[in-house]
Every structure is written in C-alpha cells, then in structure tokens.
C-alpha cells in the first residue's frame, strides 16, 4: 500500500480538493473479505478520484481490480475470480438525498465527517462476489475423494447431469 495513503478520509473536503489516491492493499488486511475468500493471499489495486459533480455533490469514482479465490460450491475446489469493478457513488448524510442521485450512482453514507478509505475497496470487492461461486462448467472437477461432495450433491438439484467419475479422471488425464 502507498504510504501516503491515509487511513480515514474526509470525503466532502476531498471532494472540494479533487483528491486522488491509487494503490495496493493486501487482501489478508481486509478483514470482512478475507472471510469470503478461500485464500486471502494476494493483493487488490484501486484508484479513487475525489470530485464534486455539477450539483455540488461530493462525489467518488475509481477502479478496484482484484482475483479473489472462492470456493466454488460445486466441487468445493478453489476458483480465481477476477474482479474489475468500477464505482461510482456520492456521499450523502441523510438517506433522503440518495432518493435524488443518478441511477448509476450508489450512496455511500457518510454521517460524521471520516470515510475509511480501504473500506470503499473492501466494500466493491464484496459487492463483486457471487452469492454461489461456481467454475464454469468445463472448469469444475470435482474431488471425489472428498465426502463433502455427497452433501453438496443433496443441496443442489440440478446435478442431474453429474459426469461419472471416469469421465472426469479421463477429462483430467487429457488436460495434461
Ligand atoms: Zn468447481
């Protein structure tokens, strides 16, 4: 992470100045994501751009770029999940204003005067996540060594078109 990057942000003075910070920041530092993930190895870029839109609004839009490792729920397997993820969100202090905001826009409440900055990059990268992360389907091998499969076959029904397990070793064969 830059070291010039500060931690908490007032963003309507931001907003006033047209700051703009860009960076890195470890995963395994953003504590509600790391969470989701199945390894927080790695790290997310961002850029953030401070502005104030031509209705005086404090605004904030940026890049997050990150591949995020999630569990896919098929085969439990892990799964690179890259995300590219653009904001675009105004502050706002009472929820009244978000209501007048453009539709591509999303609020970001901000009551007291601080911001924490990596939370805007924190709160994107989860946004990104899909509620159930699956390969794709000719990704996906699933681990028949593995007894959880059976649970997860039982959650999911549209698992009627499970390949037998000879097919996925000779699948796995011929990738090689
Ligand atoms: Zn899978």
Redesign the pocket.
Known sequence: MSSRLPENVDPRRLATQGAAYSGTVDLAKLGRLSEALLDATGQAEFSIEFYRDNRNRARIKGLVKADLVLE?Q??L?A?IYPVDAGLDLAVVKVPEEADTLPESCDPVWVEEDTLRLLDLVEDELILAIPQVP??EEH????DWNNPADEVQDEQEDDLSDKPNPFAVLAGLKSDK
């Open positions: 896919c098929r085969c397997g799964m699956r390969h990704a996906c091998s699933i």
